[in-house]
């Protein structure tokens, strides 16, 4: 398993320092969100491009995924009644995939809770459509996109592992995979997180890991206890990323950073 940082942790920092805090840290990558390369991130240009991967590979840095996908331009839509704000969605999710395989990236995340609301099954179905579409780009990219299934009343589609995996069969897609997030997964599913890990992996489906504490914080920032969840992922074999992914930052967010993986990787080595 191997340790990602969800850059907009620390998105005042240019890229290249970054790269930098992250590698002194011991992280061994980075997982990006478009938006903190502005409204246009998803298509940036290929000097763009080229100045990350230099600063990554200048660092020791791995680009492990994409997230966030549809933060910015605003308005955006899966699920939307106008088809050109829903056609502009899908192009950003395809441009996303197109950057993240371009960066040496293996996996996005799907979350965007406002960017897939629901209210009828019209809207369902049109963001399993784009699900289609964007998992065909995903296949031919050969990177994985994965589903995150999302906490109530944020997000109304989608809130759990079950649901996530049976959409996931449902399109049938071997590019399409579900991913858990401890944050969303503590608030939904059915059982402790850990349990779910054992549930959920022999599937075959769940391929990514983000860690949060159900007050928003970086794991080891709550009450959250994350040692079973770690002894979970090496008892059923996961071998992908772990990515940290907190929503508040305090103090700020280099010293969030090095607080996280100081208690991750102490659990890891513990766990080993």
């Given at each position: 398993?191997?340790l990602?940082?969800?850059?907009?942790?620390?998105?005042e920092?240019?890229?290249?320092?970054?790269?930098a805090?992250?590698?002194?840290?011991?992280?061994?990558?980075?997982?990006?969100?478009?938006?903190?390369?502005g409204?246009?991130?998803?298509r940036?240009?290929?000097?763009?491009?080229?100045?990350?991967?230099?600063?990554?590979?200048?660092?020791g840095?791995?680009?492990s995924?994409?997230?966030?996908?549809?933060?910015?331009?605003?308005?955006?839509?899966?699920?939307?009644?106008?088809?050109?704000?829903?056609?502009?969605?899908?192009?950003?999710l395809?441009?996303?995939?197109e950057?993240?395989?371009?960066?040496g990236?293996?996996?996005?995340?799907?979350?965007?809770?406002?960017?897939?609301?629901?209210?009828?099954?019209?809207?369902?179905?049109?963001a399993?459509?784009?699900?289609l579409?964007?998992?065909?780009?995903?296949?031919?990219?050969?990177?994985?996109?994965?589903?995150?299934?999302?906490?109530?009343?944020?997000c109304?589609?989608?809130?759990?592992?079950a649901?996530?995996?049976?959409?996931?069969?449902k399109?049938?897609?071997?590019?399409?995979?579900?991913?858990?997030?401890t944050?969303?997964?503590?608030?939904?599913?059915?059982e402790?997180?850990a349990?779910?890990?054992?549930r959920?992996?022999p599937?075959?489906?769940?391929?990514?890991?983000?860690?949060?504490?159900?007050?928003?914080?970086?794991?080891?920032?709550?009450?959250?206890?994350?040692?079973?969840?770690?002894?979970?992922?090496?008892?059923?074999?996961?071998?992908?990323?772990?990515?940290?992914?907190?929503?508040?930052?305090?103090?700020?967010?280099?010293?969030?950073?090095?607080?996280?993986?100081?208690y991750?990787?102490?659990?890891l080595?513990?766990?080993?």
């Amino acid at each position: 398993m191997k340790l990602s940082l969800c850059n907009e942790v620390v998105r005042e920092l240019p890229f290249e320092q970054q790269c930098a805090l992250a590698a002194d840290l011991g992280y061994q990558g980075l997982e990006l969100a478009p938006f903190t390369f502005g409204d246009d991130g998803w298509r940036m240009g290929a000097t763009a491009r080229a100045d990350i991967r230099r600063s990554c590979r200048e660092h020791g840095i791995e680009v492990s995924g994409l997230h966030w996908l549809l933060a910015a331009p605003a308005g955006l839509s899966i699920t939307s009644t106008d088809r050109a704000t829903w056609q502009k969605s899908v192009d950003v999710l395809r441009g996303c995939v197109e950057l993240c395989a371009e960066l040496g990236g293996t996996y996005l995340v799907h979350g965007s809770p406002a960017q897939r609301r629901v209210t009828t099954a019209d809207d369902a179905a049109r963001a399993e459509e784009a699900w289609l579409a964007v998992g065909e780009t995903a296949a031919e990219a050969r990177v994985l996109y994965c589903l995150e299934p999302l906490a109530r009343p944020d997000c109304n589609f989608v809130n759990t592992l079950a649901e996530a995996d049976a959409m996931v069969r449902k399109l049938g897609n071997p590019a399409l995979r579900i991913m858990l997030d401890t944050l969303a997964a503590s608030l939904m599913e059915p059982e402790p997180v850990a349990d779910a890990i054992h549930r959920w992996m022999p599937g075959g489906l769940l391929a990514h890991v983000q860690l949060n504490d159900r007050n928003k914080r970086g794991p080891g920032q709550g009450d959250d206890r994350f040692a079973p969840v770690v002894k979970a992922l090496r008892e059923t074999g996961y071998r992908g990323w772990i990515a940290m992914e907190p929503f508040v930052y305090e103090p700020d967010g280099p010293t969030c950073a090095a607080r996280m993986i100081g208690y991750v990787a102490g659990l890891l080595e513990s766990a080993a």
